[in-house]
């Protein structure tokens, strides 16, 4: 018999010459407190969540990676696929049912690449291979995906994006969504509705993983740097937990889940990370300030 909240993940954090890459594959259930209910609400508009002062079951499955290059010419690379679903809370005076009924289930993910030093035919190549993938599934995927991208990995203290972006989505299922077309609308572009569709659309990205990120990497891991390039490297690294730690839902969600496994949920943050007091780095006319611009106005 398991516990009422149990987490089940298989982690894997590396440590080899080229840099720092970790993989989580988690299995969650258990019943979700009213403050995760409230926070999940908010996130997802999609679906309206009952109130339950006692809370609602739940069960998420999902796979994680990162990647945190050692070379500062390497970008990092993350990418997230998951399966989340609310069931119905079980009358303990009543005998409990085969199946609970689902309230709600969705699938998510997206990946995004956020360098130290911007090589604009790396960020041509990882969008393209991505947008590849989700065309096969409807053309207005990627650019919707890649908007969400751009608007959810965004530093508002900094005034500006974690990084070059990607793709980000959440609630995809069979029913309407706020930010897609409705699929019984006349004029609607195709889209994934029905769980084997979008689990179809999950493999795809997730299979377009190593094909976006691997050359990128294999060309610049072995690129000499500099000890001022290596602490610029740092210092955005810094960025990178600023938002990992302030705004990340997951993150979030994953500090709130009882029983869940803090090593596996902050797997994303860097091993070494730096922060400077108005650091003259990212100056006009440098290479640093090349990729800032780019963070600042997202093309």
């Given at each position: 018999?398991?516990?009422?909240?149990?987490?089940?993940?298989?982690?894997?954090?590396?440590?080899?010459?080229?840099?720092?890459?970790?993989?989580?594959?988690?299995?969650?259930?258990?019943?979700?407190?009213?403050?995760?209910?409230?926070?999940?609400?908010?996130?997802?508009?999609?679906?309206?969540?009952?109130?339950?002062p006692e809370g609602l079951p739940f069960f998420a499955a999902g796979i994680s990676l990162v990647i945190h290059p050692r070379n500062p010419h390497a970008p990092t690379?993350?990418?997230?696929?998951?399966?989340?679903?609310?069931?119905?809370?079980?009358?303990?005076?009543?005998?409990?049912?085969?199946?609970?009924?689902?309230?709600?289930?969705?699938?998510?993910?997206?990946?995004?690449?956020?360098?130290?030093?911007?090589?604009?035919?790396?960020?041509?190549?990882?969008?393209?291979?991505?947008?590849?993938?989700?065309?096969?599934?409807?053309?207005?995927?990627?650019?919707?995906?890649?908007?969400?991208?751009?608007?959810?990995?965004?530093?508002?203290?900094?005034?500006?994006?974690?990084?070059?972006?990607?793709?980000?989505?959440?609630?995809?299922?069979?029913?309407?969504?706020?930010?897609?077309?409705?699929?019984?609308?006349?004029?609607?572009?195709?889209?994934?509705?029905?769980?084997?569709?979008?689990?179809?659309?999950?493999?795809?990205?997730?299979?377009?993983?190593?094909?976006?990120?691997?050359?990128?990497?294999?060309?610049?891991?072995?690129?000499?740097?500099?000890?001022?390039?290596?602490?610029?490297?740092?210092?955005?690294?810094?960025?990178?937990?600023?938002?990992?730690?302030?705004?990340?839902?997951?993150?979030?969600?994953?500090?709130?889940?009882?029983?869940?496994?803090?090593?596996?949920?902050?797997?994303?943050?860097?091993?070494?990370?730096?922060?400077?007091?108005?650091?003259?780095?990212?100056?006009?006319?440098?290479?640093?300030?090349?990729?800032?611009?780019?963070?600042?106005?997202?093309?």
């Open positions: 018999m398991r516990p009422p909240n149990s987490s089940e993940t298989l982690g894997c954090a590396l440590k080899v010459e080229r840099g720092n890459p970790g993989v989580n594959i988690s299995i969650v259930h258990g019943i979700l407190p009213p403050a995760a209910i409230k926070q999940m609400r908010a996130d997802h508009t999609s679906m309206p969540l009952p109130d339950r690379v993350h990418a997230n696929y998951r399966y989340f679903e609310i069931t119905e809370p079980v009358n303990e005076n009543q005998p409990a049912p085969e199946k609970s009924k689902v309230l709600a289930w969705w699938f998510g993910g997206g990946c995004d690449l956020t360098p130290s030093y911007l090589y604009e035919e790396d960020a041509v190549h990882f969008h393209t291979t991505i947008k590849n993938a989700c065309d096969k599934h409807g053309p207005q995927l990627y650019p919707k995906f890649k908007k969400w991208c751009d608007e959810y990995f965004y530093i508002p203290h900094r005034n500006e994006s974690r990084g070059i972006g990607g793709i980000f989505f959440d609630d995809l299922n069979e029913g309407p969504h706020v930010r897609l077309n409705s699929p019984d609308s006349p004029d609607a572009a195709p889209r994934p509705t029905s769980p084997a569709e979008i689990f179809s659309l999950m493999q795809d990205l997730g299979n377009a993983f190593i094909p976006s990120y691997l050359p990128i990497l294999k060309a610049r891991s072995s690129m000499p740097f500099t000890p001022s390039e290596r602490r610029w490297q740092l210092l955005r690294r810094g960025r990178y937990v600023e938002f990992n730690l302030v705004y990340d839902r997951g993150t979030k969600f994953g500090l709130m889940t009882p029983g869940a496994r803090i090593e596996s949920i902050l797997m994303s943050l860097p091993e070494t990370a730096r922060w400077e007091y108005m650091s003259e780095m990212g100056e006009e006319g440098t290479e640093e300030a090349k990729l800032v611009k780019v963070l600042k106005e997202p093309k």
